[in-house]
């Protein structure tokens, strides 16, 4: 089977914001699979407040995505372990970070195929 039998506690990735005002921005994510948080950077927070439902659908649906795509070993076995993350819409407000509780459902495994590699959200 394709899948990491060793997963660190925690992953980064990068994704886009891109805001109805035809912004775009950059934002570095932490996944803390131990402590069960996401946090980004608090800036963000001007731009989401109004949307933040959507924007926490958009995320979980990425760090979903991001996890399995890292739990695959990278072999020809496409198969991997998939897991919902869900990413609750409150949160607090860090030093210069901010941090949503998550959700993180039982695995199953998925074909890689399946997976995007999507890391814009829309608002």
Partial sequence: MGVRTIVPGSISFTLELRCS???RYRVSVTLDLQE??????SGILVNV????EEFVSQLSEIAS???????????????????????????????????????????SLIQVEELHNKTTIQL
């Fill in 21 to 23: 005002t035809e912004k």
């Fill in 36 to 41: 069960r948080y996401i946090f980004l950077s």
């Fill in 49 to 52: 407040r109004d949307s933040i």
């Fill in 65 to 107: 995505n991001q996890l399995a795509l890292f739990k695959w070993d990278g072999t020809s076995d496409l198969m991997t372990e998939y897991q919902t993350v869900r990413v609750l819409p409150g949160y607090q407000v860090e030093r210069s970070l901010v941090k949503f509780n998550i959700a993180i459902g039982n695995g």
